[in-house]
């Protein structure tokens, strides 16, 4: 012990010692930078190499054909929005994924709980509103002016039910002060612009 507290009072021990910690440092430094520069790279915005598919792969016929698969919205507990646009009760869903189309809850394209601010107070609704065909031109608007974050985000979607299911989505735009809903029903949004802020 004696013999180490006398080697390390020497100045060219600390000397040594002081430039292997600061090797070190540089060394860990420049690896995060290049961590940093490349996961950077990663997730820079790309020009439209494929632009969205705004149509759905298979026909909207007879969507009882079990050879017609259908993804849905999955979650609701009471209803459930088939990539078709069709809403209907969850036991009202098929075994294929798809929306029973013969049975009266069953319907199309339906805006039920939103506003004409494109917010729902139903997400199943939102969805379905989401995937009318006249709602195409709104949600390539969107895409065009939405920040690079939501970019990076929405690029990931491969089609337009796969976008209206992100965009109903609840984020950081539906909330204030990140704790409360700018609009407290109406928080599910396919809409360019986030919910209003309602007043207190």
């Not at 100045?11 to 600061?22: A, D, M, N, Q, T």
């Not at 259908?70 to 929005?81: A, E, M, P």
Request: glycine share 4%.
């Amino acid at each position: 012990a004696v013999l180490w507290r006398r080697l390390l009072r020497k100045r060219w021990v600390l000397g040594v010692v002081f430039g292997l910690s600061l090797v070190y440092f540089l060394t860990s430094t420049f690896k995060q930078e290049e961590r940093t520069v490349r996961d950077r790279n990663l997730l820079q915005v790309q020009e439209h190499e494929q632009p969205i598919m705004w149509k759905v792969k298979f026909s909207s016929g007879n969507s009882s054909q079990l050879s017609n698969q259908c993804r849905n919205s999955v979650q609701g507990k009471l209803l459930i929005t088939d990539e078709l646009g069709y809403v209907c009760e969850r036991k009202d869903l098929l075994v294929n994924g798809c929306c029973n189309v013969n049975v009266p809850s069953a319907k199309l394209y339906s805006c039920d709980s939103c506003l004409p601010n494109g917010c729902c107070s139903v997400y199943e609704y939102c969805v379905s509103c989401c995937l009318q065909p006249s709602k195409q031109h709104l949600l390539e608007r969107f895409l065009n002016r939405a920040a690079i974050a939501f970019q990076n985000l929405f690029m990931a979607v491969e089609d337009r039910f796969e976008l209206c299911l992100a965009k109903c989505r609840t984020s950081s735009q539906s909330v204030q002060h990140e704790n409360t809903y700018r609009d407290p029903i109406a928080k599910y949004c396919y809409g360019e612009y986030p919910p209003e802020l309602l007043p207190v």
